[in-house]
């Protein structure tokens, strides 16, 4: 078992990742730009090291400065978290042959997975249902033309590289296609430097489920159910839940078997997730893999009653898992918590928090690293907090959410609480009956004067 392992992270995910690894009796060391001096992960770790000031590319992505933290630490792991270098496989490999365990993928399945073009391909060969489209990257507009033609409007076209949103157009008719190309690829090459693009059918009403999955080094994998991701604001999530009011059994069974055959095609080692699109038949399509923990893990984690923070450790450090397949036997959801102002289309609101009141009680849990008199820079992503309810059924675990979220006071910046507040009152919600495009028609009512 490791001795020592490294945060190369920020925020709640490095104060999560610290706990466990203090549970485990692991000594931590935390990383921190000048910014994040006061942040509760640097305070708790057993050890921190400062990497530079705070802009992302001077300290948190900075390979250089991580390695060097580790080594003068003698750090012998490293664990990523999510986003920054967690799916970076030149960072995976710098950290082989520096003889530190990257607890995360493999070079090579990074860039396997990472590249859309390349993982739907692979998921093919495996038999994992796959949305129609390109084969691969399109070289041409001409080419384009002719697959979004053989394919049918509506057609989405993608980045190879992208993320968050970045490089994606949807296009309903011949017409618009040039347009959405051209600017499609202008936007790739500018957020990834990479204006390659591929495309697949648009699916109709889809709902964003995903599929958390575990392998380890012998090449077995299981899957833990799924996450129903559906809420979201400019392809960015706000709200997901465990498990999804649209499951039937046979699709979680159906879906959970095609995660499986995934994972165990390209020998998988780690905590991952298989995202699917699912139309409103109930088919189901790959989209992409995530080779990292997830930012809602913690949702799967109450459902099932399992450490994922710590299966990954021991993944990693070479231990086998039990293979069992999970049906969640509860249900949690976990709202987003942001620094943003919802009443004024979620802009940023970095600032001081001048007063904290934490929710609390039987099945709320709270995943953050601010505190009363902490200062939202505007360097990083803006979620905050992590608010989770479990109860034994959905309309329980809402009408938790509800009570945590009129509990949960936070003074000195705008925050996502009101919209999460309002959210859980919509019918449609509440209801189940909700898709990706759920949020282009949710309207936020206006806060009331006092």
């Given at each position: 078992?490791?001795?020592?392992?490294?945060?190369?992270?920020?925020?709640?995910?490095?104060?999560?990742?610290?706990?466990?690894?203090?549970?485990?009796?692991?000594?931590?060391?935390?990383?921190?730009?000048?910014?994040?001096?006061?942040?509760?992960?640097?305070?708790?770790?057993?050890?921190?090291?400062?990497?530079?000031?705070?802009?992302?590319?001077?300290?948190?992505?900075?390979?250089?400065?991580?390695?060097?933290?580790?080594?003068?630490?003698?750090?012998?792991?490293?664990?990523?978290?999510?986003?920054?270098?967690?799916?970076?496989?030149?960072?995976?490999?710098?950290?082989?042959?520096?003889?530190?365990?990257?607890?995360?993928?493999?070079?090579?399945?990074?860039?396997?997975?990472?590249?859309?073009?390349?993982?739907?391909?692979t998921m093919k060969a495996a038999g994992v249902p796959t949305v129609p489209g390109s084969?691969?990257?399109?070289?041409?507009?001409?080419?384009?033309?002719?697959?979004?033609?053989?394919?049918?409007?509506?057609?989405?076209?993608?980045?190879?590289?992208?993320?968050?949103?970045?490089?994606?157009?949807?296009?309903?008719?011949?017409?618009?296609?040039?347009?959405?190309?051209?600017?499609?690829?202008q936007e790739a090459a500018a957020a990834f430097g990479n204006d390659a693009m591929y495309?697949?059918?648009?699916?109709?009403?889809?709902?964003?489920?995903?599929?958390?999955?575990?392998?380890?080094?012998t090449g077995r994998a299981c899957h833990l159910s799924e996450r129903d991701c559906s809420?979201?604001?400019?392809?960015?999530?706000?709200?997901?839940?465990?498990?999804?009011?649209?499951?039937?059994?046979?699709?979680?069974?159906?879906?959970?078997?095609?995660?499986?055959?995934?994972?165990?095609?390209?020998?998988?080692?780690?905590?991952?997730?298989?995202?699917?699109?699912?139309?409103?038949?109930?088919?189901?399509?790959?989209?992409?893999?995530?080779?990292?923990?997830?930012?809602?893990?913690?949702?799967?984690?109450?459902?099932?009653?399992?450490?994922?923070?710590?299966?990954?450790?021991?993944?990693?450090?070479?231990?086998?898992?039990?293979?069992?397949?999970?049906?969640?036997?509860?249900?949690?959801?976990?709202?987003?918590?942001?620094?943003?102002?919802?009443?004024?289309?979620?802009?940023?609101?970095?600032?001081?928090?001048?007063?904290?009141?934490?929710?609390?009680?039987?099945?709320?849990?709270?995943?953050?690293?601010?505190?009363?008199?902490?200062?939202?820079?505007?360097?990083?992503?803006?979620?905050?907090?992590?608010?989770?309810?479990?109860?034994?059924?959905?309309?329980?675990?809402?009408?938790?959410?509800?009570?945590?979220?009129?509990?949960?006071?936070?003074?000195?910046?705008?925050?996502?609480?009101?919209?999460?507040?309002?959210?859980?009152?919509?019918?449609?919600?509440?209801?189940?009956?909700?898709?990706?495009?759920?949020?282009?028609?949710?309207?936020?009512?206006?806060?009331?004067?006092?």
């Amino acid at each position: 078992m490791f001795k020592k392992i490294l945060i190369a992270n920020r925020g709640e995910i490095a104060l999560r990742i610290i706990r466990t690894c203090r549970e485990m009796g692991i000594k931590s060391v935390a990383v921190y730009s000048t910014a994040d001096e006061e942040s509760l992960h640097v305070r708790f770790a057993d050890e921190a090291v400062c990497i530079g000031p705070p802009p992302s590319n001077l300290s948190y992505l900075k390979m250089s400065s991580i390695i060097a933290a580790a080594e003068i630490t003698n750090a012998d792991a490293i664990h990523p978290g999510y986003g920054f270098l967690s799916e970076n496989a030149k960072f995976s490999k710098i950290c082989q042959e520096h003889n530190i365990k990257f607890i995360g993928a493999s070079p090579e399945m990074i860039e396997r997975m990472g590249d859309k073009a390349s993982a739907k391909a692979t998921m093919k060969a495996a038999g994992v249902p796959t949305v129609p489209g390109s084969d691969g990257i399109i070289e041409s507009f001409e080419e384009c033309e002719k697959i979004a033609k053989e394919t049918g409007y509506p057609v989405m076209l993608k980045a190879t590289a992208g993320g968050g949103g970045k490089g994606m157009r949807e296009v309903w008719k011949k017409e618009d296609l040039r347009k959405a190309w051209d600017s499609a690829r202008q936007e790739a090459a500018a957020a990834f430097g990479n204006d390659a693009m591929y495309m697949e059918k648009l699916i109709e009403e889809p709902r964003h489920i995903e599929i958390q999955i575990i392998g380890d080094s012998t090449g077995r994998a299981c899957h833990l159910s799924e996450r129903d991701c559906s809420i979201q604001r400019r392809h960015q999530k706000l709200t997901e839940e465990t498990p999804s009011p649209f499951m039937t059994k046979k699709l979680r069974t159906d879906m959970g078997n095609a995660a499986v055959k995934a994972a165990e095609y390209i020998k998988y080692e780690g905590a991952g997730t298989i995202e699917f699109l699912v139309d409103k038949h109930r088919n189901f399509y790959f989209m992409e893999m995530n080779t990292r923990i997830q930012v809602e893990h913690p949702i799967t984690e109450q459902v099932i009653d399992y450490d994922l923070v710590r299966e990954q450790i021991l993944v990693a450090a070479g231990v086998p898992i039990s293979g069992k397949n999970y049906t969640p036997q509860l249900h949690a959801i976990e709202c987003r918590i942001n620094a943003e102002d919802p009443y004024n289309d979620f802009r940023p609101s970095p600032g001081k928090i001048t007063v904290l009141h934490a929710p609390g009680g039987h099945g709320v849990r709270l995943d953050t690293h601010v505190y009363a008199g902490y200062t939202i820079v505007p360097n990083y992503d803006s979620m905050i907090a992590k608010l989770i309810t479990t109860a034994q059924t959905r309309e329980e675990a809402i009408s938790k959410m509800k009570r945590a979220l009129d509990e949960f006071v936070i003074e000195g910046i705008k925050t996502t609480i009101p919209f999460h507040r309002q959210l859980m009152d919509d019918p449609d919600y509440v209801a189940g009956n909700y898709t990706t495009a759920f949020m282009s028609h949710f309207k936020m009512k206006e806060p009331e004067v006092e």
